[in-house]
């Protein structure tokens, strides 16, 4: 049973445009919510988190925007770049226990 | 500053095999987990070990197994390989207490079950 849906599953930008991935959760105990990066071959990296204290958090080109009454949140990433190229998994979690629940993934391509 | 290392890289083994793979945590990190990253999907919690006790566990067979050592190392042991177990495990160190998800991930083991 997946507790985390992630969506599209993959998506291609142009440099420069914005790519938006969406995940809706289900579990009211969720309090933590990471956006992670993984290249090929290489493990996943956290790229930005969000508390439910806050509707949006951004670090640079990367934004997380947090809607807890319909429980789903989003990372949107502008001004694309093709380093951008790679699959983003969101995650979510909760406070007390000891794992995080991930969505399938989406593949973003950048083209240049 | 140590990232978080797995060994092997890569690994082909037959069906009903033993495999173990093996882990060193970030340092300052007291706290292990692996997850199972099937191809084209998220990782999937297997185990936690915090202070080399299993802390919590996913939705996988006892044929998961696992050890945390004295220098927060780890291992994860597979028994009875089956074709399904072919996956990317990955290993991911934190600080207990830090709070929940921050974790950092090693490259992964690749296991190809033949």
């Known amino acids: 049973q997946q507790q985390v849906k992630q969506s599209p599953q993959s998506l291609i930008v142009q440099k420069g445009g914005i790519s938006i991935i969406n995940c809706a959760y289900e579990?009211?105990?969720?309090?933590?919510f990471p956006w992670y990066q993984q290249f090929p071959g290489k493990g996943p990296a956290l790229l930005i988190a969000?508390?439910?204290?806050?509707s949006e958090k951004k670090e640079g080109r990367f934004t997380i925007s947090f809607n807890k009454s319909a429980k789903q949140f989003s990372l949107h990433i502008m001004d694309s770049q093709p380093g951008d190229s790679a699959t983003y998994f969101c995650a979510a979690g909760a406070s007390g226990d000891y794992k995080l629940s991930f969505g399938a993934g989406t593949t973003v391509t950048v083209r240049a | 500053e140590t990232g978080v290392t797995q060994s092997p890289t890569h690994l082909i083994k037959t069906r009903g095999q033993q495999v173990t793979l093996r882990c060193s945590s970030q340092s300052g990190h007291n706290t292990v987990s692996w997850y199972q990253q099937a191809l084209g999907q998220g990782p999937q919690f297997i185990f936690q070990y915090y202070r080399e006790e299993e802390n919590g566990r996913g939705n996988f067979p006892p044929r998961f197994s696992g050890l945390q050592f004295p220098n927060y190392s780890s291992e994860l042991n597979v028994n009875a390989l089956e074709l399904d177990d072919s996956a990317l495990y990955l290993c991911?160190?934190?600080?207990?207490?830090?709070?929940?998800?921050?974790?950092?991930f090693g490259e992964g083991s690749r296991l190809t079950v033949l």
């Open positions: 969000i508390r439910p204290d806050v």
């Open positions: 579990n009211t105990a969720f309090d933590y």
């Open positions: 991911a160190s934190s600080q207990q207490g830090v709070g929940t998800g921050e974790l950092f």
